[in-house]
């Protein structure tokens, strides 16, 4: 009988765990048009309007962002302002959707939140300490100094460590490895990731990216996989 309860239970549990984890979107980004280059598997879109040229490909995607890679090389002799920011994405009928993430927000939004959760966590830890030193003293208060014993309490980060981040949860990245707001000087290069918000529901992703008057482009297709 308990036998038959057990397999009961586990078949349950089983039942219970395919009910509520579905497999992820899988998100297919093509490029529209074949005037491009190839780079260890990623399209790239180049273009060169007066004295500046400019790379676009598609990198990847998370759970949250469209994450692509772009490159742009100063060949005038002026300096002149990228700003990521800028950069929009149109839809196959020419609307603006979205604008691309600054990371300069976002640097400054993680700090925010990371200098809240910091104070959250002294506060916790000086509120436990009260607590400890209360039940301590009462302790030692209660049994009149016979079979009194030392207390050890021990706090680290490193317990219960939580699995790694997503790497654009990490404001490392965002200083990093994005591409930021920069004056380029005539002859020298810059390059980085320029991201976007998913919006999985667009079949064309049209990218815009402005540097003065010039707008330089790049389309591709989308395609969302649901196994």
């Known amino acids: 009988m ?3 309860v057990s397999i009961l239970i586990t078949i349950s549990i089983l039942f219970f765990l395919q009910s509520c984890f579905t497999p992820r979107s899988v998100l297919i980004v ?12 990623r399209a790239i879109f180049m273009e060169t309007k007066d004295d500046i040229q400019t790379r676009i490909g598609y990198e990847d995607y998370d759970k949250k962002h469209l ?11 002026e300096k002149v302002v990228i700003s ?3 950069t929009f994405l149109t839809d196959q009928n020419g609307y603006r959707r979205i ?10 939004d993680m700090e925010v939140e990371s200098s809240k959760k910091e104070a959250a966590r002294r506060n916790g830890a ?3 300490g009260i607590l400890v030193t209360a039940a301590v003293v009462t302790d030692i208060a ?10 050890y309490w021990y706090y680290s980060d490193n317990d219960n460590t939580p699995p790694p981040k997503p790497i654009t949860d990490l404001s490392s990245f965002w200083k990093e490895e994005t591409l930021r707001r920069t004056d380029l ?6 390059h980085g990731r320029v991201l976007f918000n998913r919006l999985d529901h667009l079949k064309v992703l049209n990218i815009n990216f402005p540097i003065g008057d010039l707008i330089f482009e790049a389309s591709y297709n989308q395609q969302v996989i649901k196994p």
Do not use: H
């Not at 994450?67 to 002799?77: D, K, R």
């Open 30 to 41: 093509k490029p529209s048009d074949e005037n491009i280059e190839w780079n260890q598997g």
């Open 67 to 77: 994450i692509f890679n772009v490159e742009i090389t100063n060949l005038g002799n």
């Open 185 to 190: 000087m005539p002859g020298y290069r810059i």
């Open 2 to 4: 308990k036998n038959s």
């Open 126 to 128: 000086i509120a436990g």
């Open 99 to 108: 604008t691309a993430i600054n990371p300069e927000q976002m640097i400054f």
């Open 142 to 151: 209660t049994n009149d100094g016979k079979n009194c014993r030392n207390d």
């Open 84 to 86: 990521p920011e800028n």
